[in-house]
């Protein structure tokens, strides 16, 4: 029985008073036959009352900031009281629908003519805990996403294996002696091929990695590794 809980879901309360105290919600998508990528993100710095939403859709020729397709970050804006961090609904377009507590969600978008995203994520398993104990904590989940997004008036299908995560814990703005490097993958074939290792080579790594084949979860391996390649990083992911 999973350790976590219909809370997790929720915004958590702060396990302390550090003004650095995190909360995160991501969902991943990805149109492979296009290589753009999806990833909409929210942090909640519960402690000072503000949140950071922002949207980025990359793709080839297009991997920084200034020349993505399209990017939009909101810093500083004003924590909704009693925010809740899966269902939510903010005046500036950013939008989370929880479908069902710890497996299925709706995740919206709108910026004028721009774009507008419309995603529905649904899991193909239950969310994975790391070092879930003492009010800090972090979750992974696969999922399949599909949905649409309308960029610069291009309607683009999107159907594919794609991950959520949350984490609640400081994150501090300064350097830090560990880093950790996030690789993912998801196959609908039954065998994982291969292990993934993750880090970086300026430090040390922390963590475990793991992968999917659905509708399976298996642990593969927990240790550090190095070279975290560039295309990972920048979001290229092979199906």
Same mark, same amino acid.
């Given at each position: 029985?999973?350790?976590?809980?219909?809370?997790?879901?929720?915004?958590h309360?702060?396990?302390?008073?550090?003004?650095?105290?995190?909360?995160?919600?991501?969902?991943?998508?990805?149109? +492979?036959?296009?290589?753009?990528?999806?990833?909409?993100?929210?942090l909640?710095?519960?402690?000072?009352?503000?949140?950071?939403?922002?949207?980025?859709? !990359?793709? +080839?020729?297009?991997?920084?900031? !200034?020349?993505?397709?399209?990017?939009?970050?909101?810093? #500083?804006g004003?924590?909704?009281?009693?925010?809740? %961090?899966?269902?939510?609904k903010? +005046?500036?377009?950013?939008?989370?629908?929880?479908?069902?507590?710890?497996?299925?969600?709706?995740? &919206?978008?709108?910026?004028?003519?721009?774009?507008?995203?419309?995603?529905?994520?649904?899991?193909?398993?239950?969310?994975?805990?790391?070092?879930?104990?003492?009010?800090?904590?972090?979750?992974?989940?696969?999922? #399949?996403?599909?949905?649409? *997004?309308?960029?610069?008036?291009? #309607? *683009? $299908?999107?159907?594919?294996?794609?991950?959520?995560?949350?984490?609640?814990?400081?994150?501090?703005e300064?350097?830090?002696?560990? &880093?950790?490097?996030?690789?993912?993958? %998801? $196959?609908?074939?039954? &065998?994982?091929?291969?292990?993934?290792?993750?880090?970086?080579?300026?430090? +040390?790594?922390?963590?475990?990695?793991?992968? *999917?084949?659905?509708? /399976?979860?298996?642990?593969?391996s $927990?240790?550090?590794?190095?070279?975290l390649?560039?295309?990972?990083? /920048?979001?290229? /992911?092979?199906?």
């Open positions: 029985m999973s350790i976590l809980t219909k809370a997790d879901d929720l915004t309360p702060p396990a302390n008073d550090d003004p650095y105290w995190t909360e995160t919600v991501w969902f991943g998508a990805n149109v +492979p036959e296009r290589r753009l990528g999806v990833n909409f993100f929210m909640l710095r519960t402690n000072l009352g503000i949140m950071v939403p922002s949207l980025f859709v !990359w793709g +080839p020729g297009g991997e920084e900031i !200034w020349s993505m397709p399209y990017q939009r970050t909101l810093w #500083h004003l924590m909704p009281k009693d925010h809740d %961090a899966t269902n939510f903010l +005046p500036s377009g950013f939008e989370v629908e929880r479908v069902n507590w710890l497996d299925e969600y709706r995740v &919206r978008f709108e910026d004028s003519d721009r774009i507008k995203l419309n995603l529905h994520f649904k899991s193909l398993s239950p969310p994975v805990p790391y070092g879930v104990k003492n009010g800090y904590g972090h979750l992974d989940q696969y999922g #399949h996403v599909t949905g649409e *997004i309308v960029l610069d008036g291009e #309607h *683009i $299908s999107v159907d594919c294996l794609d991950m959520r995560d949350r984490t609640w814990s400081p994150r501090r300064t350097s830090q002696t560990a &880093r950790i490097g996030y690789t993912y993958g %998801a $196959s609908s074939q039954p &065998r994982v091929s291969r292990s993934l290792r993750n880090g970086t080579t300026r430090s +040390p790594t922390t963590g475990s990695c793991w992968a *999917i084949c659905s509708p /399976r979860t298996a642990m593969l $927990s240790a550090g590794g190095r070279d390649s560039i295309a990972t990083m /920048r979001g290229v /992911r092979s199906a």
